[in-house]
C-alpha cells in the first residue's frame, strides 16, 4: 500500500467525523456512555480490524472513551486502508 499525501488524507477526513491527521497517523477519541460501552466499542474494534489483518493503536482506554489511531508501518503513514476502517469503524 501507498501512503498517502496529507492533501489527500485531509480531503478524506472531511467525510470522517471527529477523525484527525496526527504526524503520520489518523486518530479519533470516542466517548460512551460508560464503562460497559467503552469495552464493548473496544472489542468490536478489535475484532474487525482483526478481520482485516490491520491493527490501531488504542491510545487510551477510559471509563467512557476509547481512542484509537490508524497507521499503516510498512509504508511510512496513513493509507488508503487506514482511511477504509476508519469508515468501517464508524458504522459500529
Known sequence: MEKLTQQQIQDSLKTLHGWELAGDSIKKLFKTKGFPQTMGLATSIGALCQQHDHHPDFLTL??????????????????????DLAKEIESL
Open 62 to 83: 477510559k471509563y467512557a472513551s476509547v481512542e484509537v489511531s490508524f497507521s499503516t508501518h510498512d509504508a511510512g503513514g496513513v493509507t488508503k486502508k487506514d482511511l
